[in-house]
DNA sequence: GTTGAGCGTT
């Protein structure tokens, strides 16, 4: 039975009642319904007197304190519409929607272990279930026209491109894999969803921190170091948001915090623009290289889907939120950029700031193992980017990720489904050095 | 006609 709720534009305006659903959840979308270009809500806490927000997760907003008090909710809009004087116009919501989902591009994708005889008419009529292929190859052999066992396809909605990338896929009796491929055709923008936040107090929890930025789009984790070092870092789902607030200055608790961009920072210098390149291709590479490939094709039909946990990940809403998972595979730049962190340059921080601190002992030997004090550099924090991820999982999987062979980077995914992630279980393996953005 | 980690004749 579902449940009314009182919203508002503004805390003066005259509510109005938005349905709930059977779980107590306000769908985002029913929010939207009717305040095109909501992106979330929030109430004053009577209590401090701030704002406090509304938790948004998969397009799904929870009551707080687990139920829907009758108080007035207050809508909150992307900041694209308020700061920059919403004269009110929808058609401007729709444009921040439509620049959204143009700016998540399809890209080619590659399909690892065809069987010899499937064809492309068999991959379209496959692949069809996820959503509108805009072409399917098949490689060949030019002479013998026999198939070489893998082929590319394309898909014209970005969320069919991740639902298809998030399991593998059984053709013709053989397990494939879909990727993002190697070459950078097709690469896309990396935008990273992390921002750097500057000048912070030490009374601003990541709740704060959660709170504040949320009205900006969603949240999905803070990270603060300990022991308190003036910084944070905060992850939207949404990279363009994040982009959108780098550079500028906010007022959290009365405090000014200086919001830049959250990259890795100076990882080659010497060497920059080329192990620069093949990165690029960022958090598709990302979860391109899935977790289950890790463990090696071992025999044909090797193991069960590990995937079914990313599936309830998807997100509906195109946000990145939960894609973080995933174990990464061996790539030459990659270890170009690992051994360039290893041996001190590495880390995230603000584009163009200068390492504060000692200056190269990230890799004294801390960087697999210790975390956040081995780094001199903000978030320079390895046990931190799997430590989260890899937290659901088996022990003996990150065992071996101690031995300076892993890298891991970026804050935990406070949002990360309560199961767990065990499709992870290749992490730090065979020596293998993984990275990834989240 | 064989094969099974990889990366795309245009």
Redesign the pocket.
Known sequence: MSHYIQVAEDEDDEPMEVPSEDDGTLLLSTLSAQFPGACGLKYRNPESGSMRGIRLSDGRLYPPDGEWSSRIYVVVFPKENKRKGDDGSGSENLLVKTKRIEKLKC??L?V?????KSSEEDLRKYFSQFGDLL?V?V?KD?K?G?????G?I?FSDYESQIKCMSQRHMIDG?WCDV?????K??AQQMMNRKVFVGRCIEDMTADDLRNYFNKFGEVVDVFIPKPFRAFAFVTFADPEVAQSLCGEDHIIKGASVHISSAAPKNYDKHNDKKSMLPNQQGYNQGY?QTPWSQG??GG?HAIANQGSTMGGNLPNNLGLGNLSLGAFQLNPAMIAAAQAMLSGQGGWGPIGLVSQGGATTAGGGGAGGTGAGGGDTPAQTPTQGFGSIGSGSQAGSTGSAGTNSFLGWGASQGSDPPGGSPGVGGWGTQNKPGAGWN
Do not use: V
């Not at 690892?112 to 010899?116: H, K």
């Not at 990727?179 to 070459?183: C, F, L």
């Open positions: 890209s080619d590659i690892l272990g065809l069987p010899w072409m190859q490689k030019p013998t026999q198939s070489k066992g893998f590319f394309r053989r990727r993002i491929p190697n070459s055709e097709g391109g090696g094709r044909t």
